[in-house]
């Protein structure tokens, strides 16, 4: 079975441990797309995200560091998981984050690399900068879960770049 690796890196004005708070409070994560999340603080523990479009399970958990979990979403191949890696670096004043995630289905690669960055970096960076997300985001997330998930259509145009 051929899969694709997603591969980003993104700038926040936060510490690493705010971004690593934003990812593993479910609280905090639920703010990004508004859907329910439930995520447990524990390695070994299972998460869900999306409301239960996103699931998996914690593999490490270092504090302002590091995140790796076992990750998949609705319609995959069953019982396929993919490998979510959030590093999390300080960077004068900002936290670098190094985001790979490993095992993505072919036929999904193009709609993650794309629903990373539009319904979890913007809105953290957002977040981080201002308190809060913009209405053209949360709008662009809305729309995105409505006619995404419950389409179940997801297919993205990627620039040359992804």
């Given at each position: 079975m051929k899969t694709k690796t997603i591969r980003q890196?993104?700038?926040?004005?936060?510490?690493?441990?705010?971004?690593?708070?934003?990812i593993m409070d479910a609280?905090?994560?639920?703010?990004?797309?508004?859907?329910?999340?439930?995520i447990s603080k524990k390695v070994g523990g299972a998460f869900t995200a999306w409301g239960s479009h996103i699931c998996g399970f914690n593999l490490v958990l270092k504090p302002g560091k590091k995140i790796v979990q076992a990750w998949?979403?609705?319609?995959?191949?069953?019982d396929h998981y993919s490998i979510a890696i959030f590093d999390?670096?300080?960077?004068?004043?900002?936290?670098?984050?190094?985001?790979?995630?490993?095992?993505?289905?072919?036929?999904?690669?193009?709609?993650?690399?794309?629903?990373?960055?539009?319904?979890?970096?913007?809105?953290?960076?957002e977040i981080f900068a201002n308190?809060?997300?913009?209405?053209?985001?949360?709008?662009r997330v809305k729309t995105n879960r409505t006619?995404?998930?419950?389409a179940d259509r997801f297919r993205r145009k990627l620039s040359s770049k992804a």
């Amino acid at each position: 079975m051929k899969t694709k690796t997603i591969r980003q890196r993104v700038s926040f004005k936060a510490s690493p441990m705010d971004v690593y708070n934003m990812i593993m409070d479910a609280r905090k994560h639920q703010s990004l797309s508004g859907e329910r999340a439930v995520i447990s603080k524990k390695v070994g523990g299972a998460f869900t995200a999306w409301g239960s479009h996103i699931c998996g399970f914690n593999l490490v958990l270092k504090p302002g560091k590091k995140i790796v979990q076992a990750w998949r979403a609705t319609g995959w191949w069953p019982d396929h998981y993919s490998i979510a890696i959030f590093d999390l670096e300080k960077s004068a004043g900002a936290c670098e984050l190094t985001f790979t995630q490993i095992g993505v289905p072919p036929n999904r690669y193009s709609g993650h690399y794309r629903g990373w960055i539009e319904a979890y970096w913007t809105p953290m960076r957002e977040i981080f900068a201002n308190g809060t997300i913009s209405a053209k985001t949360q709008k662009r997330v809305k729309t995105n879960r409505t006619r995404r998930i419950s389409a179940d259509r997801f297919r993205r145009k990627l620039s040359s770049k992804a």
